[in-house]
């Protein structure tokens, strides 16, 4: 099984950036289709953005299309998901997923807490 640390999260004023990073180790990255959630407080998790195994392929939720993007490096065994112009309504927990399916995950990171000022 694949293991999965997020790192990145912080403290950000409205119409800010951050970049989140999601390092894998324990299996070849690169069979891996990987997602990422978020979860604020009170709500259930909820999709945020795919890519495939190949990088090829990505998939963003409405909400955030043209302000996120995530992307890839099979080399150094990483995603990311790049967040520009944040809204207060970005925060939250924000954590990697990884699964052999596409958007089917099975393996899960501890998460890394984004806090959006206004």
């Known amino acids: 099984q694949v293991q999965l640390v997020e790192s990145g999260g912080g403290l950000v004023q409205a119409g800010g950036s951050l970049r989140l990073s999601c390092a894998a180790s324990?299996?070849?990255?690169?069979?891996?289709?990987m997602g990422w959630f978020r979860q604020a407080p009170g709500k259930e998790r909820e999709f945020v953005a795919a890519i495939d195994k190949s990088g090829s392929r990505t998939y963003i939720r409405d909400s955030v299309k043209g302000r996120f993007t995530i992307s890839r490096d099979n080399a150094k065994n990483t995603v990311y998901l790049q967040m520009n112009s944040l809204k207060p309504e970005d925060m939250g927990v924000y954590y990697c997923?990884?699964?052999?399916?596409?958007?089917?995950?099975?393996?899960w990171g501890q998460g890394t807490q984004v806090t959006v000022s206004s």
């Open positions: 997923a990884a699964g052999l399916g596409w958007r089917k995950y099975d393996t």
């Open positions: 324990g299996r070849t990255f690169s069979n891996y289709g």
